[in-house]
Nanobody
Framework: QVELVESGGGSVQPGGSLRLSCTAS????????LGWFRQAPGQEREGVAT???????RYAEFVNGRFTISRDNAVNTLYLQMNSLKPEDTAMYYC?????????????????WGQGTQVTVSS
């Protein structure tokens, strides 16, 4: 059974940084493409960044160079380094996985999801 567990969320001031982690178990991690998604209250879930099983990354336009997605297959962990955070980045952040290649920033393309970690950016 595939299991994804996020951590690293919290409250920061505008301009601050956070590093999210997502630890996976239950499958051949290096054969899966992974993504970070977020959902703010009253909003639809949206893609933030994806990384395929070759290591190729793709970002939503609103990231604008502020975030970096990475993966360490040796420890089955996905990361999202978030810098220059803005109040509009406030949301629940989820990691997701799908077998094989994908770089889609579309939630429906991903089959497995974590429970989420809350990120709040406020002064």
């Amino acid at each position: 059974q595939v299991e994804l567990v996020e951590s690293g969320g919290g409250s920061v001031q505008p301009g601050g940084s956070l590093r999210l982690s997502c630890t996976a178990s239950g499958y051949n991690y290096d054969t899966y493409s992974l993504g970070w998604f977020r959902q703010a209250p009253g909003q639809e879930r949206e893609g933030v960044a994806t990384i395929d099983h070759y290591g190729g990354a793709r970002y939503a336009e609103f990231v604008n160079g502020r975030f970096t997605i990475s993966r360490d297959n040796a420890v089955n962990t996905l990361y999202l380094q978030m810098n220059s955070l803005k109040p509009e980045d406030t949301a629940m952040y989820y990691c997701a996985a799908v077998r094989g290649w994908s770089n889609a920033l579309v939630p429906g393309n991903y089959h497995y999801w974590g429970q989420g970690t809350q990120v709040t950016v406020s002064s």
